[in-house]
């Protein structure tokens, strides 16, 4: 049977290919410095590369593709790792919805070229692991807003600048080998790939393509207590495979056409991953055959296509500069889920298929001018999305508990009933936005500044195939008002200071709005969806110090701040949930059978309605802040021009109050800390280095479950040495210090029983794994 996962971290549409980054990248050139060579994308040694030090007036760090090449990353969530404040919840080896400064996915606004990036997940955040590396020109850490870019960006964007037509003269293959210790003899895997740039016809033309390997092997294992201080009641042993291939393809190509500049760009990334769950729990605290009580099986098997097609012109007219740009995407994902489960004592076996297939279109426009005031700049413009989402998740199991299995065994086809779909299933989600902008910018003497307005409009329909007919479809729209400002004063040739305020937005899950009654999402609670919900706010500031170190280093210091309103959070809306009422209804007619009155079987009954139907709504604001500093310098001011080192930390924090109390942001990790070196030997052609990551503890409370999160320790080295003139070899080592992911929970079947500290269960689950080798030449052509 084939199995097909729908990842929440599929890759997004990629929208616009924009590489002229004056939006949020550093302001170049518009005709830039010309391509670099194959030979010097390739041949890096020579002298540390530390990061940018932007024009940009909004605060920005910027980092070539060279500054994380060396340690030969996969994705562009394996390269972020080395940033500052940006955090991951994922598993180990594993780097897939960014965290800046600890917050929620959501918060965090991925662009790719400067341009926003719809998420393919219920929070609508966009998962970076499923962006090849190879496909990167640089990664740039935004940290506050602009007018022109969409205010979807609470915490901070991240830009992915992807190479284009102009990135590149002549071509490179990348071959590589990897290498994961989870059997005896270890697994092997293989890295391809291939890019080239030149000129085509009346213009350049990039093409590229890239084949890699992708397995993440993970042992669990997990503790269970009735609660805290108790004897252990079980334990589980558990197996987690992640294995599978990433193929990707891209083309640019840029002509002069019409006296302007047309760029078409085209990105392909398809997924395919087999993910193998197996697990065994036993009774007690030992591995031992005769307290065997439950065996799992957990296969999925992932199809992920991504595709996009995307233009921009640009030309003088009007008495300035305008851009068209014109962009279509597509994500088409399809999840097969099977889960078999056989209660070894029992002699029972239960089993459940799970067909997810999610289809998200999105199409975007802009129109874009900017005119020269005389010492000033004037831009306005109006962008364009429209999105169409389509989801069909549907579930089938057997009639009845299958008895009398004296081994474990998967349940047959034909046990199964029909598929039926779930609740909050089969729906369909059409999005459109228009928004319009104004920013003036100007420059005078040492100081730079850009003020701006956007308004944000958003018409969303969710129309659920699984509700009654009269609450089926559901309409929302709004508009936000998002000023924001920054400013950079010069200090002297070697330190400047910024500062910037913007109000931003994050707009609701679409499972938040979609009105399904989800049974027992929360504990024994029920969960409602709020088609009312408003989108969250924030009004955020951050001020800046920089200094440049010499000719290349960099240290800087930012302070920020952001106050949310409107706050999304679980409220409980006063019904009782279905298993509450089932409960109240069957210990009502026991009473009576008993013999008690009306009234007395009523009052006894009632003690049953303890779980109710939550829902989520605007009911608050919280506010985030901290400090982060970073420091990327070589040491050529003590004599050490060929060592690099960089530093970086970020100190993180949070409040906001729900029904228990106050807490900080769920999952919000309290620090971020980065330390590394190269060291290159010109005279040897060769060159080394590491890097260390330390991530604080993350806590999150929701209800019905709590949970703490601690990350060990990530150690990674390299070493690289040029073979020929045009050939480079290196080894890397990932994950040296067999990280481990640990997480405590708490867990309850109701609010009361939460407040009351009245377990339903208390489990310390540690997941780890090994160290992942590579072996990477690169020949430049």
């Known amino acids: 049977m084939k199995y097909g996962l729908l990842l929440g971290a599929a890759l997004a549409p990629l929208a616009f290919a924009d590489i002229a980054a004056a939006q949020s990248g550093p302001s170049i050139d518009p005709q830039g410095p010309g391509p670099v060579t194959a030979l010097d994308e390739v041949i890096v040694t020579g002298e540390p590369v530390m990061r940018n030090r932007t024009d940009d007036v909004v605060p920005t760090l910027s980092y070539d593709l060279e500054y994380f090449q060396r340690f030969e990353p996969l994705t562009a969530g394996d390269a972020l790792k080395r940033v500052p404040s940006v955090a991951f919840l994922s598993d180990v080896l594993e780097s897939d919805g960014v965290r800046i400064r600890g917050l929620d996915s959501a918060y965090t606004q991925i662009l790719i070229n400067g341009e926003r990036v719809p998420g393919a997940n219920l929070d609508r955040s966009f998962f970076v692991d499923r962006i090849p590396a190879e496909l990167i020109e640089r990664v740039e850490v935004v940290r506050s807003s602009s007018a022109n870019r969409s205010g979807d960006a609470v915490a901070g964007a991240i830009n992915i600048v992807l190479r284009d037509a102009m990135s590149l003269d002549g071509g490179y293959v990348r071959l590589g080998a990897l290498h994961w210790n989870d059997s005896e003899y270890g697994q092997w895997g293989g890295t391809y790939g291939a890019v080239w740039g030149g000129q085509v016809g009346p213009g350049r033309l990039l093409i590229g393509g890239n084949i890699q390997d992708r397995r993440n092997p993970k042992d669990k294992f997990s503790q269970r207590f009735d609660e805290p201080g108790d004897d252990i009641d079980n334990i589980e042993v558990q197996s987690d495979v992640r294995d599978g291939t990433d193929y990707s393809a891209n083309a640019s190509y840029e002509v002069e056409v019409g006296g302007g500049t047309l760029e078409l760009n085209g990105v392909f990334v398809r997924t395919d991953r087999v993910q193998d769950e197996n697990s065994m729990e036993y009774s007690g605290g030992v591995v031992d055959p005769d307290e065997l009580e439950v065996i799992n099986a957990n296969p999925l098997d992932i199809r992920t296509d991504n595709w996009s097609l995307n233009s921009r012109y640009e030309r003088e007219m009007f008495g300035g500069e305008t851009t068209f740009k014109l962009g279509y995407a597509s994500i088409d994902d399809s999840q097969f889920e099977r889960e078999d489960e056989y209660a070894v004592q029992d002699e029972e076996l239960e089993a459940t298929l799970t067909d997810t297939a999610i289809t998200d279109n999105e199409l975007q426009a802009a129109l874009e001018h900017k005119l020269d005031l005389g010492g000033l700049e004037l831009e306005f413009g109006v962008q364009y999305a429209r999105k169409d989402r389509d989801t069909n998740i549907q579930e089938s199991e057997p009639d009845d508990t299958i008895e009398n299995v004296t081994a474990f065994r998967l349940v047959r086809d ?13 729906n369909t989600i059409e999005e459109t936005r228009l928004d319009p902008y ?11 500044w850009e003020a701006g307005l956007r308004y944000e ?20 729209d709004y508009g936000i008002l998002l000023p924001s400002a920054s400013l950079r004063f010069r200090l002297s040739e070697s330190d400047r200071i910024t500062f910037s305020a913007a109000r931003t937005v994050r707009r609701p899950n679409f499972n938040f709005i979609s009105p399904a009654l989800l049974d027992g999402e929360y504990g024994d609670n029920d969960f409602l969806g709020n088609p009312d919900l408003e989108p969250e706010t924030a009004w955020g500031a951050d001020l800046g110090f920089e200094r440049r170190l010499g000719r290349r280093g960099v240290m800087g210091i930012n302070l920020f701040y952001r106050d949310i309103t409107d706050l999304i959070e679980l409220v409980n809306t006063g019904d009782f949930s279905e298993e509450a009422q089932d409960n109240y209804d069957d210990a009502l007619e026991e009473a009576l059978d008993d013999g008690l009155t009306q009234a007395e079987a009523e009052a006894l009954a009632e003690e049953e309605l303890t779980s109710f139907v939550l829902t989520a709504d605007n009911v608050g604001d919280g506010q985030v802040w901290g400090v982060e500093f970073d420091l990327s310098t070589p040491l050529d001011f003590i004599g050490m021009p060929d060592t690099g080192v960089f530093l970086n930390y970020s100190w993180l924090d949070s409040s906001v109050e729900d029904v228990f109390g106050k807490r900080r942001f769920n999952s919000q990790s309290d620090y971020v800390f980065n330390a590394g070196f190269t060291q290159d030997i010109p005279s040897w052609g060769a060159a080394f280095g590491a890097t260390y990551r330390k991530q604080g503890d993350a806590e999150g409370r929701l209800i019905g479950e709590e949970v703490v999160t601690t990350y060990g320790a990530d150690l990674e080295i390299f070493v690289e040495k040029q073979i020929a003139r045009n050939i480079v070899v290196r080894l890397t080592g990932s994950n040296l210090l067999d990280s481990s992911k640990d997480e405590v929970f708490d867990k309850f079947n109701t609010i009361e029983d939460q407040i009351d500290r009245d377990y339903d269960e208390y489990e310390i689950e540690t997941e780890t794994a090994g160290p992942v080798y590579q072996a990477v030449m690169r020949i430049a052509f």
């Open 438 to 448: 104004v920013m003036l910018s100007g420059e005078t003497g040492a100081l730079k």
């Open 457 to 476: 409009t958003t018409d969303v329909t969710i129309t659920d195939e699984t509700v009654d007919p009269a609450d089926r479809v559901n309409e929302k």
């Open 414 to 426: 034909d046990e199964f009933e029909p598929f039926e779909a779930v609740n909050g299933g089969v």
